[in-house]
């Protein structure tokens, strides 16, 4: 059967309209749903995943097919597919996962792509220069990964490359990029917060409210 159209199948099976009703109310009804929870869905295809882990390949067709379904359940899919396959992405393959980032584009898949970037960024070096070049692009779904995609780095975060990412984009009026900025800094002061109150201090006078409410929370 076709790979696509057994998920569907899957997915059919577990279909809730009530719960549906409320998950895309949630989502401003900027998507359908099946309304199946978090840890259904991905026990639905753990078994695809075993089985797909074992070509060692990713299927790009595959994807496409389900980035393109009108429910958002297979968008979560696609997500959870490149978490589960990161150790074979490579950096060519970052233009396809921005397509995927431009495309139906709302906080929940972008906060899971800027995770499968981070990923690829520990393996190779040449995101660095990407996400400084990400941190200025038109599209602020774009600069939001590029600011979260070193989150739960820890010790492993680049703070000079997390300062260039956030001064790029001390100029924006956007909710989601505010935020972002915000939680960047939140998650690095769990490690490093003297480093974070620093930075406070250094650019308080530049910084949205938002963001200096958001970073301090720990510290």
């Known amino acids: 059967m076709d790979k696509y159209l057994e998920i569907k199948i899957r997915f059919e099976s577990m279909e809730d309209k009530e719960n549906a009703l409320l998950m895309s109310k949630y989502m401003r009804n900027l998507f359908s749903f099946y309304g199946i929870p978090t840890p259904i869905r991905k026990a639905i295809y753990k078994?695809?995943?075993k089985e797909e882990k074992k070509?060692?390949?990713?299927d790009w067709n595959l994807l496409d097919q389900c980035?393109?379904?009108?429910?958002r359940e297979f968008q979560y899919f696609v997500c959870d597919y490149l978490i589960t396959m990161n150790n074979i992405l490579t950096y060519e393959d970052i233009p396809k996962i921005k397509q995927y980032a431009q495309t139906k584009p709302w906080w929940d898949t972008i906060d899971f792509l800027d995770s499968v970037i981070g990923e690829i960024g520990l393996r190779d070096q040449r995101v660095d220069a990407l996400m400084i070049e990400w941190s200025k692009d038109d599209d602020f779904w774009i600069r939001r990964i590029a600011i979260d995609h070193q989150l739960c780095r820890k010790e492993k975060t680049n703070k000079?490359?997390?300062?260039k990412i956030i001064i790029n984009n001390f100029d924006s009026d956007e909710f989601f990029i505010n935020k972002a900025i915000g939680w960047s800094l939140r998650d690095y002061?769990?490690?490093n917060p003297d480093w974070v109150r620093g930075f406070i201090h250094k650019y308080m006078d530049q910084m949205n409210k938002l963001s200096i409410k958001e970073a301090s929370k720990y510290i």
Not at 55 to 58: A, D, F, R, S
């Open 67 to 71: 980035y393109e379904d009108e429910h």
């Open 160 to 163: 000079e490359l997390l300062e």
């Open 55 to 58: 070509q060692k390949k990713i």
């Open 189 to 191: 002061s769990k490690t």
């Open 47 to 49: 078994d695809f995943f």
